[in-house]
Each structure stands twice: as structure tokens, then as C-alpha cells.
């Protein structure tokens, strides 16, 4: 599934992209490479975002502590 993506780079981001390209790596590739990390980063963010509300959430951490509770009996040990 190609698209085609067009931008128009500001004097910070045509810099970034002389220097990601000043090897002979394409911009497209640069771009992807780009767009796949940020997404990645993203994703860490809301994750780290989503654990520091449910720690911070004291029914969940009550429920939480119940649990480690209730497996405790079934310890081997």
C-alpha cells in the first residue's frame, strides 16, 4: 500500500534532513525511519501515561493488593 506523502519542511527540519541525508540516505527512508520511532516513542509515553494513572488509582491498587493476597495461599514454597 504506497502512499505519497508531501510536506513543506521549515529551515529546522530541511537542516535535519540535510544531515539524515548527507550519507546518501533518501529522505523517504529518512522520513520512515523518522515517523517510526516517533510512533514508537509515542507509544511508551501513553503507556507510561496509563501506568502512573492506574498506580495513582486507589482502587485499582486496592484491588491489586487483594489479589497478591489471595495468590499468596498457592505459594509452593
Known sequence: MAMTITFRP????????????????PVSRVVRDALVEAAARHVKV?????????AADPDDCAEAAQVL?????????
Open 69 to 77: 493476597r489471595d495468590m499468596e495461599s498457592l505459594r509452593a514454597w
Open 10 to 25: 521549515d529551515d529546522d527540519t530541511r537542516l535535519a534532513l540535510e544531515e539524515l541525508t548527507a550519507d546518501g540516505t
Open 46 to 54: 501513553r503507556l507510561r501515561t496509563e501506568a502512573q494513572t492506574l
